[in-house]
């Protein structure tokens, strides 16, 4: 479904999705940090989400691409595709770049590709204490169907069908 190198979201702004590449690790890393720190460290570890994109990039299991504007790293878009579903795991724009309608039309494209290829759902997780991305979510109509709470995370599980 998304096996292309650079996917065109939009041309106004132009918004592109770039797969990531080994180099752009670093950039991933920064961005992580400035705009997830509050949350994932207190409900996952940065360890091991590091060295899963660091895995997924070198070894092309999940789908990890830069986001782009006008032709500006801005963020990055974590997913992996199932038989029946696609699964977000993470989607992070540099806080000067949200609420400017880049994640709405990165979601609209991801909605949009998962019915054409016949994908009953797209499911994501939220840490429960991240309430910026728990209005986006539920804004475009995903709705919370699981509460998964363990040693490592406390996740929101959302769906939209």
Known sequence: MLDLRIIKISLNPLILLRRAQISDFDYITKISHAEMDKVVPQSWNWESWFRDIENHI????????????QNNSVGYLWLNEEKNSLWITAIVLQTEYQRRTI???????????SRKAGKEFIELGVQHNNTK??????????????????????????RFQ
């Open 133 to 158: 991305a728990l209005q986006f979510y539920s804004k475009i109509g995903f709705e919370r169907f699981d509460h998964v709470k363990s040693v490592d995370t406390d996740l929101l599980r959302l």
């Open 58 to 69: 070198m070894n092309n299991h999940h789908k990890i691409f830069v986001i782009e504007v």
């Open 103 to 113: 994640g709405q039309n990165i979601m609209d494209y991801l909605i949009d590709e």
